[in-house]
Nanobody
């Protein structure tokens, strides 16, 4: 059974940094696409970044490009999101997701989701 467990959320000041982690278990993720999404009560779920677990190829939303970095440690089965230069509009629940294909990630419909970790950025 696949499990994705996020951690590392919390309160940060604008301009500050946070690093989110997602511990993945339950199968081998070779060939999978892993991603981070975020959502606030006022908005629909939004794509943040994705990475090919094997290839390491990354894609970012324009809103976070140059500020956020997605990475993974395949040996530890952990996905990361390093968030720098945080802005109040980055405040959201952040979700880790995984799917065998990038198509499902692009469609905002990955097979596996974590429970989320809250990030709050104060101005």
């Amino acid at each position: 059974q696949v499990q994705l467990v996020e951690s590392g959320g919390g309160l940060a000041q604008a301009g500050g940094s946070l690093t989110l982690s997602c511990a993945a278990s339950g199968r081998t993720f070779s060939g999978y696409v892993m991603a981070w999404f975020r959502q606030t009560p006022e908005k629909e779920r939004e794509f943040v970044a994705r990475i090919g677990w094997t290839s390491g190829w990354t894609v970012y939303a324009d809103s976070v490009k140059g500020r956020f970095t997605i990475s993974r440690d395949a040996a530890k089965n952990v996905l990361y999101l390093q968030m720098n230069s945080l802005k109040p509009e980055d405040t959201a629940m952040y979700y880790c997701a995984a799917d065998p294909t990038g198509v499902a990630i692009a469609a905002m419909d990955p097979r596996y989701w974590g429970q989320g970790t809250q990030v709050t950025v104060s101005s």
